[in-house]
């Protein structure tokens, strides 16, 4: 069975420090998203990768790709209370078009 | 440019009963998919459009499924009956290209089933 496994599910951290968020897959994937979502809201698309090594990056968010080890990471740094939303990452198995998602990580980043 | 919309944002109805979700895609956009994600677990894959014509509804849990989309425009997503277990949240995201844009989603339907 295809899976993507997220981690943490739960991330509560103060301001002003580091985190990584973990995406793992099992099976082959030439392209790698992630999603935020505040309640209520959309997903909305943050990174789409590509390729193996990209890097990606937009704020205090940054995305990272090694297909090799089919693992995805979503660093933050120096988190801000607007940070805190629910990410997802998701894969889309070659040719498929129907993405495959992680559980997702509630983040709260406390102030 | 308006994203995707969902509606109702919230339908609340009773083991039985009939419900029928609505998305209207990004326009201009020919794939059209539905998602959901039942409370606690991933979001999962339903259906996918081409224009008017299902591409692939693998993922529809049965027959009490039936998703539309008539002129290749909106869609509707029928539950007839809707069980306990329909309960989740229903996402609807669309492309123009399929083989290079991700998916824009909408920001769903919460579905309860009581």
């Known amino acids: 069975e295809l899976k993507v496994e997220q981690n943490p599910l739960f991330l509560s951290m103060q301001e002003g420090k580091n985190y990584t968020i973990y995406c793992n897959y099992s099976?082959?994937?030439?392209?790698l998203y992630w999603y935020r979502q505040d309640p209520g809201k959309s997903l909305e698309s943050l990174f789409v990768?590509?390729?193996?090594?990209a890097v990606k990056q937009e704020g205090r968010l940054m995305a990272s790709l090694d297909t090799k080890a089919r693992l995805s990471t979503l660093h933050i740094t120096a988190a801000v209370h607007d940070l805190s939303a629910t990410y997802f990452c998701?894969?889309?198995?070659?040719?498929?078009?129907?993405?495959?998602f992680g559980t997702g990580t509630r983040l709260k980043v406390l102030a | 440019e308006a994203g995707v919309t969902q509606f109702p944002s919230h339908s609340v109805i009773e083991k039985g009963q009939t419900v029928t979700l609505r998305c209207d895609p990004i326009?201009?956009?020919?794939?059209l998919y539905w998602y959901r994600r039942v409370m606690g677990k991933e979001i999962k894959f339903l259906l996918h459009?081409?224009?008017?014509?299902?591409?692939?509804e693998s993922g529809m849990p049965n027959n009490r499924f039936l998703a539309e989309r008539t002129g290749g425009t909106y869609s509707t997503l029928k539950v007839q009956p809707a069980e306990l277990e329909d309960s989740g949240v229903y996402f609807c995201?669309?492309?123009?290209?399929?083989?290079?844009?991700?998916?824009?989603f909408g920001p769903g339907t919460r579905l309860t089933v009581l």
């Open positions: 990768l590509l390729s193996n090594g």
């Open positions: 998701a894969v889309d198995p070659s040719g498929t078009y129907k993405y495959i």
């Open positions: 326009s201009g956009h020919d794939n």
């Open positions: 459009f081409v224009k008017e014509s299902k591409q692939d």
């Open positions: 995201a669309s492309n123009q290209d399929r083989g290079f844009d991700e998916q824009f």
């Open positions: 099976t082959t994937s030439d392209r």
